[in-house]
T-cell receptor
Framework: GAGVSQSPRYKVTKRGQDVALRCDPISGHVSLYWYRQALGQGPEFLTYFNYEAQQDKSGLPNDRFSAERPEGSISTLTIQRTEQRDSAMYRC????????????FGPGTRLTVL | AQSVTQLDSHVSVSEGTPVLLRCNYSSSYSPSLFWYVQHPNKGLQLLLKYTSAATLVKGINGFEAEFKKSETSFHLTKPSAHMSDAAEYFCVVKLSGNTPLVFGKGTRLSVIA
């Protein structure tokens, strides 16, 4: 597709379950970013990749959160042992080259933890 | 560290009247500045960006923003609001290189017929 895609668009899970959120960036884009957006707030940075290398994971809130991009294209954000406070919109963005200013966002995954 | 303050959480205007969404930034270095728009159930769309070229930046859908270093502001304007402009608007700052975007809390724009 022409834009960034994310799946699933909506995920409802029970507390304690693991979830995996997928991001498919624009074809050929080098950099991929994950953000989390709580209700009524702006997105906050979680982590980013250049190709398959995770460059910065300083925004991941704790060790239950992890991300990978094994082939430098699709990325998966995994949350283990989910908690209610993990409920948020998870957004993925990609940019055409390392350090490029312009990031293009996907539609997001709305995660609800019951 | 850089940060962004959006001065209004909600702005309401009548259709056909001007729009002003205010943003102030804080950054130790020359930043790049952006405005993104988020329509309900859609992704974030880039409206415009400033990257140290012209201080008056024109974006899509008739929006523009002016970078004022002395006031550390980057306000978003549009001469005449349209119903389709109703959305959430985010002011964003970024340092050069491999750094993440830093978002403001957003301003919800309502347009009244």
């Amino acid at each position: 597709g022409a834009g960034v895609s994310q799946s699933p668009r909506y995920k409802v899970t029970k507390r304690g379950q693991d979830v995996a959120l997928r991001c498919d960036p624009i074809s050929g884009h080098v950099s991929l970013y994950w953000y989390r957006q709580a209700l009524g707030q702006g997105p906050e940075f979680l982590t980013y990749f250049n190709y398959e290398a995770q460059q910065d994971k300083s925004g991941l809130p704790n060790d239950r959160f992890s991300a990978e991009r094994p082939e430098g294209s699709i990325s998966t954000l995994t949350i283990q042992r989910t908690e209610q406070r993990d409920s948020a919109m998870y957004r993925c963005a990609s940019s055409s080259q390392s350090g490029s200013d312009t990031q293009y966002f996907g539609p997001g995954t709305r995660l609800t933890v019951l | 560290a850089q940060s962004v303050t959006q001065l209004d959480s909600h702005v309401s205007v009548s259709e056909g009247t001007p729009v002003l969404l205010r943003c102030n930034y804080s950054s130790s270095y020359s930043p790049s500045l952006f405005w993104y728009v988020q329509h309900p159930n859609k992704g974030l769309q880039l409206l415009l960006k400033y990257t140290s070229a012209a201080t008056l930046v024109k974006g899509i859908n008739g929006f523009e923003a002016e970078f004022k270093k002395s006031e550390t502001s980057f306000h978003l304007t549009k001469p005449s609001a349209h119903m389709s402009d109703a959305a959430e608007y985010f002011c964003v700052v970024k340092l050069s290189g491999n750094t993440p975007l830093v978002f403001g809390k957003g301003t919800r724009l309502s347009v009244i017929a």
